[in-house]
């Protein structure tokens, strides 16, 4: 059965950083693209970053553009989530996601359970 881990993330005040990682006990790791949603109370889930598995590719969406950096260890099978400048509307539960020679993260395999980030003003 194939696990995500998270950690990493917590309370923080606007302006600051952290640093999320998710650790997967997955083999075939480098042949999944992977990918950070987040969830805010009352809000729907969207997907924050993604990394391409062959080409590298990322995405950010527009509100985190510059702030957040994907990036991913292919020798500890870990996706990690930079996030600097944070603001209050950071807020929400972040999950790290897997989708099998994926690109957009349309239809990820494989989900973490979720860490909280709360950014107070």
């Known amino acids: 059965q194939v696990q995500l881990v998270e950690s990493g993330g917590g309370l923080v005040q606007a302006g600051g950083s952290l640093t999320l990682s998710c650790a997967a006990s997955?083999?075939?790791?480098?042949?999944?693209?992977v990918g950070w949603f987040r969830q805010a109370p009352g809000k729907e889930r969207e997907l924050v970053a993604s990394?391409?598995?062959?080409?590298?590719?990322?995405y950010y969406t527009s509100s985190v553009e510059g702030r957040f950096t994907i990036s991913r260890n292919n020798a500890e099978n870990t996706v990690y989530l930079q996030m600097s400048s944070l603001k209050p509307e950071d807020t929400a539960i972040y999950y790290c996601?897997?989708?099998?020679?994926?690109?957009?993260?349309?239809?990820?395999?494989?989900w973490g359970q979720g860490t909280q980030v709360t950014v107070s003003s």
């Open positions: 996601a897997l989708e099998f020679r994926g690109g957009s993260l349309s239809r990820p395999e494989y």
């Open positions: 997955l083999r075939t790791f480098s042949t999944y693209s």
């Open positions: 990394l391409g598995w062959l080409t590298g590719n990322t």
